[in-house]
């Protein structure tokens, strides 16, 4: 078993802020790359999320909790298998819609991340 005192040099040394900037320096090309694709595919989804509000009717004071369920969308669709990825959007359409939201409007965005809703057309 390691001493507190070891513990407590090794936790300085990483939150020290020199060694802190070094890391995001190393890194911040990469990381700005990665964000760069990503927005772009996220931009896509929420201006498709939207058309969709408007074609539905929805009042514009609703469109942002439609535009976060099609970034949780998005986000289970990147980061999950199909199986799992279902069931999460499903619990997050079960609460936007026990909220007050079109569960047919939510199914439809769902559907612009390749998850469809059952029961929706």
């Not at 289970?76 to 359409?93: D, G, P």
Request: charged share 25%.
């Amino acid at each position: 078993m390691r001493s507190p005192y070891f513990r407590l040099r090794k936790y300085d040394a990483k939150i020290n802020a020199d060694s802190i900037k070094q890391r995001f320096l190393d890194h911040k090309d990469s990381m700005v790359e990665q964000e760069e694709a990503i927005f772009g595919e996220l931009v896509l989804i929420e201006s498709k999320a939207k058309s969709v509000c408007e074609a539905a009717g929805v009042p514009t004071i609703q469109i942002p909790f439609y535009l976060n369920f099609a970034r949780q969308c998005y986000k289970y669709f990147k980061k999950f298998s199909q199986t799992t990825r279902f069931n999460e959007v499903a619990f997050w359409h079960a609460h936007w819609v026990s909220r007050g939201l079109s569960g047919a409007v939510l199914a439809n965005v769902a559907e612009l991340c390749g998850i469809t809703i059952p029961g929706y057309p």
